[in-house]
């Protein structure tokens, strides 16, 4: 069976500081895996992916993660936070391209 | 490309009702999931259609609810008798076949029920 770790439910950064949002991940077999964004009363969107290929995987916003088979971690960092980078984020994993196995979440607050 | 819709956005119905969502998938995937989100939590798997086929349920999606997807483009959840436990945003997500599988989500429908 999948499962996802996100370790903080809640992280608060100075606008302009480094983001880092921590994701950890069990699976038995090669994961796909994911970071979505989740403003209030609204649906998920996906910042970026990782199947197969280069660790190190760039998305919209200025995100970015690695993908660490040896630590089974896929941390999200943005290294300027804005404040529109409030929001909820989520981490999934998927084997094969199935059903996504999400985490529960981590606030992301950005004080100015 | 329109996105993944989703209606109605909100149903508030009393306990006991019946209910039913509808989801308009992106017009070129094939693939079609329905998850549940309740309030501090991650959404979680309720079940996937490949075209019309029902390919994989959740052990939480119990026999008050069903999904059809008849023509593998729309699909429909109903919940038979709500329960207040029913109460969450459900969520449709849709993909294609291939190398990515990315899932995109639609806006959700907030079930609330009294």
């Known amino acids: 069976a999948q499962s996802v770790t996100q370790l903080g439910s809640h992280v608060s950064v100075s606008e302009g500081a480094l983001v880092l949002l921590r994701c950890n991940y069990s699976s038995s077999v090669p994961p796909y895996l994911f970071w979505y964004v989740q403003y209030p009363n609204q649906g998920l969107q996906l910042l970026l992916k990782?199947?197969?290929?280069?660790?190190l995987v760039k998305g919209i916003n200025g995100f970015e993660a690695e993908f660490k088979k040896s630590e089974t971690s896929f941390h999200l960092t943005k290294p300027s936070a804005h404040m529109s980078d409030a929001a909820e984020y989520f981490c999934?994993?998927?084997?094969?391209?199935?059903?996504?196995?999400f985490g529960a979440g981590t606030i992301l607050r950005v004080k100015s | 490309d329109t996105g993944v819709s989703q209606d109605p956005r909100h149903k508030i119905t009393k306990r006991g009702q019946n209910v039913t969502f509808r989801c308009d998938p992106i017009s070129e995937h094939n693939r079609l999931y329905w998850y549940r989100q309740t309030l501090g939590q991650g959404p979680e798997f309720l079940t996937y259609f490949q075209n019309e086929a029902q390919l994989e349920k959740s052990r939480l999606l119990s026999d008050r609810f069903s999904a059809e997807r008849p023509k593998g483009s729309f699909s429909t959840l109903e919940i038979q008798r709500t329960e207040q436990g029913d109460s969450a945003m459900y969520l449709c997500?849709?993909?294609?076949?291939?190398?990515?599988?990315?899932?995109?989500f639609g806006p959700g429908t907030r079930l609330t029920v009294t």
């Open positions: 990782y199947t197969t290929g280069a660790t």
């Open positions: 999934a994993v998927s084997t094969y391209g199935n059903k996504l196995v």
């Open positions: 997500a849709s993909s294609t076949t291939g190398t990515s599988y990315e899932q995109y």
